[in-house]
């Protein structure tokens, strides 16, 4: 049976990094944007060009280094910003630019203070000029599952007609029920012509981002707007790995193909949390620390008998690290070089030599090297460049707490002073052992 493809369009760079506590400097987006890349996703939402200097150099980099996606660049329905994201984009193999106006009556009222027809007549007159610049533009009328529906059509068709390649339908506040969002997208797809793709973009504040953009897809969607994690204003966007996931393992109800690598999934997820600081929460599905834990008896003796009995998709599907893979001081190179990938990190061989005789160190004082020590280890070792914002503590002081707190925190990440010891307590270097030991490795 023939497959329609869906278009991944990731807006974790955008949507997600508005959310609080997920904000990214320009290099740690280009690092982010480059595991997108490998993830395979069709459309990076780079930024939001007018926002900020930061925000214009972020898309511009990564216009100018990640060439298989779309790059997309967010403006408002305005000269200024549609000029703006045209600069930063300009660069890039395949721009698009994506401009959106607010629509529902609330937001012409109260935000804009706008009518409809000028509403109207901005949508056209922004997609036309942001035509004159790049081919592929993409329209969004904020709000809209909020939106008098006829009116949402006529501002659509306006649009198409100025030349929107993609019409993105966002769910703005997370508002829509998924047979209502289902409905909408449906009246839209018979309205406007074949070549024009609709997209679903969908908000999580009643937990139904996800379902929402699935049963946009059943209706007629060819691209979803998600994000890794769903991070994102408020409750979230919809999760890319959750759709993604959905469509793949219930192929019967959805038989739907994308680009996505899932393999890829885990590490762009961890490599997220770890630049954002913001941890994803141990249940969330797909890429939360239990979303593979069996922990009840019963379960536990239905997984060893087959996994099949309370497994839906294997941990390896998705790429979360085979736990048999123990990284200890016996390790060699070449697993360090492995964990290291499926936490969504790659590096040259020199690089990986300063990881490696650091992990050495370590394993030999506390046996076990768990994944948060690891991207303690790959942090403190590649430390962001002086004028990066530092991604935690600076050393001293994280060593100075971590020697003076009266019992050590299991959970807290491992203090990486090479000369202190899992719990920040100074410990005398023992070169020799160390030299003995990379020898011994070397090449393993
Ligand atoms: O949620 C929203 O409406 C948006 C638009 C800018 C697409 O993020
Ligand atoms: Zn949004």
Not at 418 to 443: C, K, M, R, V
Request: hydrophobic fraction near 40%; aromatic fraction near 6%.
């Amino acid at each position: 049976m023939q497959r329609a493809r869906i278009t991944v369009f990731d807006t974790t760079l955008r949507d997600g990094e508005q959310s609080p506590g997920c904000s990214m400097n320009v290099p740690e987006k280009l690092r982010l944007a480059h595991q997108l890349d490998r993830l395979g996703v069709d459309v990076i939402e780079a930024g939001f060009p007018i926002a900020s200097e930061g925000d214009f150099a972020a898309v511009q980099a990564i216009a100018a280094t990640i060439r298989r996606p779309i790059i997309a660049g967010l403006a408002r329905a305005c000269t200024q910003d549609i000029e703006r994201a045209w600069q930063a984009l300009r660069g890039a193999v395949r721009p698009r630019i994506h401009v959106f106006l607010a629509t529902s009556d609330i937001h012409l009222q109260y935000k804009l203070k706008i009518s409809r027809q000028q509403c109207l007549e901005q949508a056209r007159d922004s997609v036309r000029l942001a035509k004159s610049l790049c081919a592929d533009v993409e329209f969004s009328p904020e709000d809209a599952t909020r939106t008098d529906q006829k009116f949402l059509h006529q501002v659509l068709e306006a649009v198409v007609g100025a030349g929107a390649t993609t019409l993105n339908i966002p769910d703005t506040v997370g508002y829509s029920m998924p047979e209502e969002f289902g409905e909408l997208i449906q009246n839209i797809r018979q309205r406007v012509p074949d070549k024009v793709t609709i997209s679903a973009h969908c908000h999580n504040d009643l937990g139904l981002a996800v379902a929402n953009s699935l049963a946009a897809i059943a209706a007629g969607a060819r691209q979803v707007e998600c994000t890794i994690n769903g991070i994102g204003e408020r409750a979230g966007n919809a999760s890319l790995e959750e759709i993604v996931m959905a469509m793949r393992v219930r192929l019967d109800r959805y038989p739907y193909e994308t680009g996505v690598i899932a393999e890829q999934l885990f590490p762009a997820s961890q490599l997220l949390s770890d630049l954002t600081g913001s941890t994803v929460q141990a249940n969330k599905a797909i890429t939360g620390r239990n979303a593979f834990a069996h922990e009840a008896g019963i379960h536990q003796d239905g997984m060893l008998k087959n996994p099949l009995t309370y497994e839906i998709m294997t941990p390896q599907s998705v790429g979360v690290p085979d736990s048999k893979l123990v990284l200890g001081k016996h390790s060699g190179r070449h697993a360090l070089a492995i964990r290291c990938e499926q936490l969504g990190y790659e590096f040259e061989r020199r690089a990986l030599d300063d990881i490696y005789r650091r992990f050495v160190r370590l394993a030999d004082k506390i046996k076990k090297v768990e994944d948060h020590h690891l991207l303690e280890l790959i942090r403190d070792t590649h430390k962001p460049a002086a004028s990066a914002t530092p991604l935690f503590e600076p050393l001293p002081t994280a060593v100075a707490a971590a020697a003076t707190a009266s019992a050590p925190e299991p959970l807290r990440p491992f203090p990486m002073a090479s000369q202190t010891n899992a719990f920040g307590a100074p410990i005398p270097a023992d070169h020799h052992h160390d030299q003995q030991q990379e020898d011994y490795l070397w090449g393993v």
